[in-house]
């Protein structure tokens, strides 16, 4: 059986606002094992992004603070982790892939300067040999005439090239632990399964966790194993994948597959997309924070928080709703 290489366990974030303190992430709890790929799932605004950047220390100190619980990495505790070994873990045992490639690639350096930059930080390799290993980085992740590429500044490639040189920087310590945040938003939809494909081979060819950060369930069916779904800073669903898609257990992951249009097959009923908006965090009720959003919602869900239960072995969802009644929905059905 795997060993656990990430606990994330009741972890809380705050931010320092004009409108006074916002909880971004409000008690996230969940597990990613050595080798496992697990995608973190919500709309805009539900956490994801903030409980990443949480992992690597790499929130902002002036705005924002760690005020409870725990991020373990190969049982090691990385909340409160000197600067020196937390530096040491940033691109090497643990890499992330931004958003963003072009803002997060520096506009004045080559690709080869920025990957060679990271090799000399991770790795006791130096000059023609750093230089050479860039290159295969790049021929690895799939960019042609990788050797005349490798010379280019960052607005030189499109912008499906330069999220794989964002990948292949990330690769270049061979991390156990890979945190991809939205890699696949600025791009059309063919390069957007090219990069996915792309990451779950390289994960699986090298034996590396993926954390796979994205607010559209469609991208997640057949690239991960493990699936959580965030509302509003929270853990609302988690569980195997295929399980969860096939068999929602909260209704905020029902909406979210009910809005996504299939292609595989005729559907039997119209898109239904989640009424109303995502809670102000700086104003979420003591209730269940979809509540008002939410059909099966009922009296108490206004007023008590839904603890994160165990629904059957691996799968576990945060809903007041009876859990002997499916969450099913024709639009959904084989």
Request: with cysteine; proline share 5%.
């Amino acid at each position: 059986m795997s060993k656990p290489l990430l606990e994330v366990s009741d972890l809380q974030v705050e931010f320092n606002s004009r409108q006074g303190r916002v909880t971004a992430v409000r008690g996230l709890n969940y597990t990613i094992n050595e080798g496992q790929s697990m995608a973190l799932v919500g709309e805009s605004g539900s956490g994801k992004s903030v409980s990443a950047l949480a992992i690597l220390g790499l929130l902002p100190k002036k705005t924002a603070k760690i005020t409870a619980g725990s991020i373990k990495f190969r049982g090691e505790e990385l909340i409160g982790a000197p600067e020196k070994s937390m530096r040491k873990l940033r691109g090497g045992s643990i890499a992330m892939i931004f958003q963003d490639p072009l803002s997060s690639l520096n506009p004045v350096l080559t690709i080869s300067e920025q990957i060679v930059e990271q090799i000399k930080a991770h790795e006791k390799i130096e000059g023609k040999k750093a230089q050479e290993r860039a290159i295969e980085l790049l021929d690895m992740v799939g960019i042609p005439s990788a050797r005349e590429r490798v010379k280019q500044y960052p607005h030189q490639l499109s912008g499906g090239m330069r999220q794989r040189a964002m990948i292949a920087m990330a690769l270049s310590a061979r991390p156990s632990l890979l945190l991809a945040d939205e890699p696949t938003t600025a791009l059309d939809v063919t390069i957007q399964a090219q990069i996915l494909e792309l990451l779950t081979n390289i994960q699986k060819d090298l034996g590396m966790s993926l954390l796979l950060i994205t607010h559209d369930l469609g991208v997640v069916a057949g690239f991960t194993e493990k699936l959580t779904v965030m509302y509003a800073g929270k853990a609302v669903e988690q569980g195997a994948t295929a399980e969860v898609l096939a068999n929602p257990n909260h209704p905020y992951t029902l909406g979210l597959l009910r809005s996504i249009p299939r292609l595989d097959r005729p559907r039997t009923s119209e898109l239904r997309p989640i009424q109303g908006v995502a809670p102000d965090m700086s104003k979420v009720s003591a209730g269940c924070a979809f509540q008002p959003r939410c059909e099966y919602a009922q009296s108490k869900c206004a007023t008590e928080n839904p603890l994160f239960s165990t629904i059957s072995q691996d799968r576990y969802a945060a809903c007041w709703y009876p859990q002997d009644h499916a969450l099913q929905d024709e639009s959904l059905s084989k």
